[in-house]
């Protein structure tokens, strides 16, 4: 079964088309890594399968649910970590996770044990005297994180999760991220860190708004005969702009 499907998918703004017939599908309980530079397009198409951006053609359907006419139903069955962290800043890390505990109508019960779990898991406990403005980057992307993952979706979109932290903290970071695929969770991340593309079952590699590559990336370095997947994404883009 499959948790995300992409027909075609096309978004352009004015004369400039952002996504070019981008077409993917995504199973259950998998974690698919998309993989380009800043730019390529890949921020565009999660926002249009979260039902933030309306594509200009073309068709996509998450959780069974088309992004154009259901969008209430999306959105219900998504978490979303976006780029620039959908927070308040004024407010402490646990005054936002229970802002979202509230949009998402946890229970009392529930939120309390999800609320617990991901203060600890995420080691945010000693940041709670703080306003999120004032703490770190690597801190405002763990509570992110938390936010997205708070109510437990069935589909997890992560939206380069990892920039600009430290490595030990990229390593929390996908020590999560393989924790929720185990719970059943569908993850789809972005990434411009392409050692991180070993960490998925299945990758895409964008540039200018067209994918150029699939499948495992076992698959994808055996495509241009390359070691690492660095050197994979290098010669496939050159072979795609030549």
Same mark, same amino acid.
């Given at each position: 079964?499959?948790?995300?499907?992409?027909?075609?998918?096309?978004?352009?703004?004015?004369?400039?088309?952002?996504?070019?017939?981008?077409?993917?599908?995504?199973?259950?309980?998998?974690?698919?890594?998309?993989?380009?530079?800043?730019?390529?397009?890949?921020?565009?198409?999660?926002?249009?399968?979260?039902?933030?951006?309306?594509?200009?053609?073309?068709?996509?359907?998450?959780?069974?649910?088309?992004?154009?006419?259901?969008?209430?139903?999306?959105?219900?069955?998504?978490?979303?970590?976006?780029?620039?962290?959908?927070?308040?800043?004024?407010?402490?890390?646990?005054?936002?996770?229970?802002?979202?505990?509230?949009?998402?109508?946890?229970?009392?019960?529930?939120?309390?044990?999800?609320?617990?779990?991901?203060?600890?898991?995420?080691?945010?406990?000693?940041?709670?005297?703080?306003?999120?403005?004032?703490?770190?980057?690597?801190?405002?992307?763990?509570?992110?994180?938390?936010?997205?993952?708070?109510?437990?979706?069935?589909?997890?979109?992560?939206? @380069?999760?990892?920039?600009? +932290?430290?490595?030990?903290?990229? !390593?929390?970071?996908?020590?999560? #991220?393989? /924790?929720? $695929?185990?719970?059943?969770?569908?993850?789809?991340?972005?990434?411009?860190?392409?050692?991180?593309?070993?960490?998925?079952?299945?990758?895409?590699?964008?540039?200018?708004?067209?994918?150029?590559?699939?499948?495992?990336?076992? @698959?994808?370095?055996?495509? +241009?005969?390359?070691?690492?997947? !660095?050197?994979?994404?290098?010669? #496939?883009? /050159?072979? $795609?702009?030549?």
């Amino acid at each position: 079964m499959f948790a995300i499907e992409v027909h075609e998918l096309t978004k352009r703004f004015h004369q400039f088309i952002a996504v070019n017939q981008v077409t993917f599908a995504v199973r259950e309980k998998e974690i698919f890594g998309f993989l380009g530079a800043n730019g390529a397009g890949k921020t565009t198409v999660i926002r249009m399968l979260c039902g933030l951006l309306t594509p200009t053609s073309g068709t996509a359907k998450v959780s069974g649910y088309d992004i154009q006419h259901e969008v209430f139903q999306v959105k219900k069955n998504i978490g979303y970590m976006s780029q620039k962290f959908s927070l308040y800043e004024d407010l402490s890390p646990l005054q936002n996770i229970n802002l979202y505990a509230g949009l998402y109508r946890l229970s009392n019960s529930i939120r309390k044990e999800r609320i617990d779990f991901i203060s600890h898991r995420l080691q945010l406990i000693n940041t709670n005297s703080k306003r999120v403005k004032d703490l770190p980057v690597g801190y405002k992307q763990r509570l992110a994180l938390g936010c997205a993952i708070l109510h437990q979706p069935k589909i997890l979109f992560l939206d @380069e999760p990892t920039s600009g +932290v430290d490595p030990s903290a990229r !390593q929390m970071f996908w020590d999560i #991220i393989y /924790e929720e $695929a185990n719970y059943g969770t569908t993850i789809l991340v972005t990434t411009h860190y392409m050692e991180e593309a070993e960490y998925c079952s299945q990758v895409s590699i964008m540039d200018q708004g067209k994918i150029i590559a699939q499948g495992t990336p076992k @698959e994808v370095k055996q495509l +241009v005969h390359a070691k690492t997947m !660095q050197d994979a994404f290098l010669k #496939i883009v /050159e072979k $795609a702009r030549s």
